[in-house]
């Protein structure tokens, strides 16, 4: 990972190899779990992910009861809106308008 990682400091980025008591010195919120961290890479500098998204998707990635029904209740409004601009498209361009 560090490696791939690298590859952003050709744009500029800053990245540190942090070990366990590096990561959980920066998010002192992961200190009981400190033992089962290897380390980390922080990029400060580094804006383009959204760490929000990626945990609900990794949240929804395990197993458990009612995945598929919030999965669901998740996609429906993606969905919609998808088909609803199908529809409005479709109106714009139909001919007897």
């Known amino acids: 990972g560090v490696e791939h990682m690298k590859l ?19 998010d002192p ?6 033992d089962k961290i290897a380390g980390g890479i922080h990029c400060p500098t580094d804006e383009t992910g959204d760490p929000a998204k990626f945990t609900r998707a990794l949240a929804l990635h395990r197993e458990f009861v009612g995945r598929g ?8 409004p993606w969905v919609i ?5 199908s529809y409005i498209w479709k109106w714009i361009y139909h001919s007897d308008f």
């Open 29 to 34: 919120s992961l200190a009981s779990a400190k």
């Open 81 to 85: 809106s998808a088909v609803a601009a």
């Open 69 to 76: 029904v919030l999965r669901a209740i998740l996609i429906i």
């Open 8 to 26: 952003l400091e050709s744009d500029g980025q800053e990245i540190r190899v942090l070990d366990r008591d590096g990561v959980v010195a920066l």
